[in-house]
Nanobody, 124 residues
Framework: QVQLVESGGGLVQAGGSLRLSCAASGIISSINDMGWYRQAPGKQRELVAAISSGGSTNYADSVKGRFSISRDNTKNTVYLQMNSLKPEDTAVYYC??????????????????WGQGTQVTVSS
């Protein structure tokens, strides 16, 4: 019913920048919270940044001052601007969204969806 498509990952030098994008498509009534998670090899998945429908943001301590999350509700898209990248930022980054979907006429449900992940590699 809903698909999250991520883009923008790649290989960069330490100190460089990348911008990740995640676009939601499907029979969508509205989108509540959206966020970015990451998972490095051998480690647990962790929250990087999140943004509410009202624009409130939350960041992991390790990325504060370097990363910035934003969204465009007209495009059902969330972005993650990553600056001053470090080798420890290397991970697969996943998009997450809580979506209100239209099941049938007048009936909606809240469901969480995940993107397929995009690789970010920072070399030193």
């Amino acid at each position: 019913q809903v698909q999250l498509v991520e883009s923008g990952g790649g290989l960069v030098q330490a100190g460089g920048s990348l911008r990740l994008s995640c676009a939601a498509s499907g029979i969508i009534s509205s989108i509540n919270d959206m966020g970015w998670y990451r998972q490095a090899p051998g480690k647990q998945r962790e929250l990087v940044a999140a943004i509410s429908s009202g624009g409130s943001t939350n960041y992991a301590d390790s990325v504060k001052g370097r990363f910035s999350i934003s969204r465009d509700n007209t495009k059902n898209t969330v972005y993650l601007q990553m600056n001053s990248l470090k080798p420890e930022d290397t991970a697969v980054y996943y998009c997450n969204a809580e979506v209100v979907i239209l099941v049938v006429a007048t009936i909606t449900q809240r469901r969480e969806y995940w993107g397929q992940g995009t690789q970010v590699t920072v070399s030193s």
